[in-house]
T-cell receptor, first 108, second 116 residues
Framework: GQNIDQPTEMTATEGAIVQINCTYQ??????LFWYQQHAGEAPTFLSYNVLDGLEEKGRFSSFLSRSKGYSYLLLKELQMKDSASYLCAVRVVYKLSFGAGTTVTVRA | GAGVSQSPSNKVTEKGKDVELRCDPI?????LYWYRQSLGQGLEFLIYFQGNSAPDKSGLPSDRFSAERTGGSVSTLTIQRTQQEDSAVYLC??????????????FGPGTRLTVT
């Protein structure tokens, strides 16, 4: 089976930085996705890591270490609109297995 | 272009009734997925369609659940004899799978199913 763990909740202040960790144990690995999901809405794509290292995209960065089964999503210069659930998902061939999601609350 | 659409957006049904949920994927996307998201849970894979290949039904939780995809486009997820534990948001996603970098899945807004 697939096991993907991420913290349930995190709280941070507007303008701050938050790092959401994701650890995984899966039968195979072809890549790791991060999705953002606002309450009552569809998940939207944030990043995709296939190789080890850091991928930076504006205020969001994602890191992957395949040997450690570990990824993190870094959110910088937090804004109120970043309050959402962040989903880590591991791709094995065509399937995505999702973690339960991390709810980030940004406070003024 | 239009994104993935799903209907209905909300469905309330009585226990024991059958329901049909519809998904219209992005035009040209050959891959289509159904997921279930229960409160506080991650997305649970249900079924996968790719072109004309046999679907991967390994995630369907019971034989009360079935899905079909007609003409390689629209898909319908059917739940027979609904139970209260079927209450969840059902999400559909499509993907082009045209290259290794295009496995990103585009999600629809979901159907919130409530079984009373």
């Amino acid at each position: 089976g697939q096991n993907i763990d991420q913290p349930t909740e995190m709280t941070a202040t507007e303008g701050a930085i938050v790092q959401i960790n994701c650890t995984y144990q899966t039968s195979g690995f072809n890549g790791l996705f991060w999705y953002q999901q606002h309450a009552g809405e569809a998940p939207t794509f944030l990043s995709y890591n296939v190789l080890d290292g850091l991928e930076e995209k504006g205020r969001f960065s994602s890191f992957l270490s395949r040997s450690k089964g570990y990824s993190y999503l870094l959110l910088k210069e937090l804004q109120m609109k970043d309050s959402a659930s962040y989903l880590c998902a591991v791709r094995v061939v065509y399937k995505l297995s999702f973690g339960a999601g991390t709810t980030v609350t940004v406070r003024a | 272009g239009a994104g993935v659409s799903q209907s209905p957006s909300n469905k309330v049904t009585e226990k024991g009734k059958d329901v049909e949920l519809r998904c219209d994927p992005i035009s040209g996307h050959t891959a289509l997925y159904w997921y279930r998201q229960s409160l506080g849970q991650g997305l649970e894979f249900l079924i996968y369609f790719q072109g004309n290949s046999a679907p991967d039904k390994s995630g369907l939780p019971s034989d009360r659940f079935s899905a079909e995809r007609t003409g390689g486009s629209v898909s319908t997820l059917t739940i027979q004899r609904t139970q209260q534990e079927d209450s969840a948001v059902y999400l559909c996603a499509s993907s082009s799978h045209s290259s290794p970098s295009s496995y990103e899945q585009y999600f629809g807004p979901g159907t919130r199913l409530t079984v009373t």
